[in-house]
């Protein structure tokens, strides 16, 4: 079992910056993929980023590309979203979530799908002001 642990979250203004941390525990943090996810209130939850196992390739929905980055510390089994240029529509509860930890080096459409990964944190409120 992976327990994953969100923070980060906060209430900041349009076009503040914010850092979210997801520190991970229980599993070889190295094997998995890595994801954030975000639902908003009346939404469904939607994929915002993916980083894979060994933090080669990152994905990113439309919507957060080139305001968002994903990274990842293998050492210190944390994965992180840096928020920049936040808008209200970012207003959402962040979920970190990881996959299966089977090293995958597939398709990156893998990512975008929310079924591939099996553990969830409990997420953090990022509220955006305009």
């Known amino acids: 079992q992976m327990q994953l642990v969100e923070s980060g979250g906060g209430l900041v203004q349009a076009g503040d910056s914010l850092r979210l941390s997801c520190a991970a525990s229980?599993?070889?943090?190295?094997?998995?993929?890595m994801g954030w996810f975000r639902q908003a209130p009346g939404k469904e939850r939607e994929f915002v980023a993916a980083i894979s196992w060994a933090g080669g390739s990152t994905y990113y929905a439309d919507s957060v590309k080139g305001r968002f980055t994903i990274s990842r510390d293998n050492a210190r089994n944390t994965v992180y979203l840096q928020m920049n240029s936040l808008k209200p529509e970012d207003t959402a509860v962040y979920y970190c979530?990881?996959?299966?930890?089977?090293?995958?080096?597939?398709?990156?459409?893998?990512?975008?799908?929310?079924?591939?990964?099996?553990?969830w944190g409990q997420g953090t409120q990022v509220t955006v002001s305009s």
């Open positions: 979530a990881a996959d299966r930890g089977t090293y995958y080096s597939g398709s990156g459409s893998y990512y975008y799908t929310q079924s591939k990964y099996v553990y």
């Open positions: 229980g599993r070889t943090f190295s094997s998995y993929g």
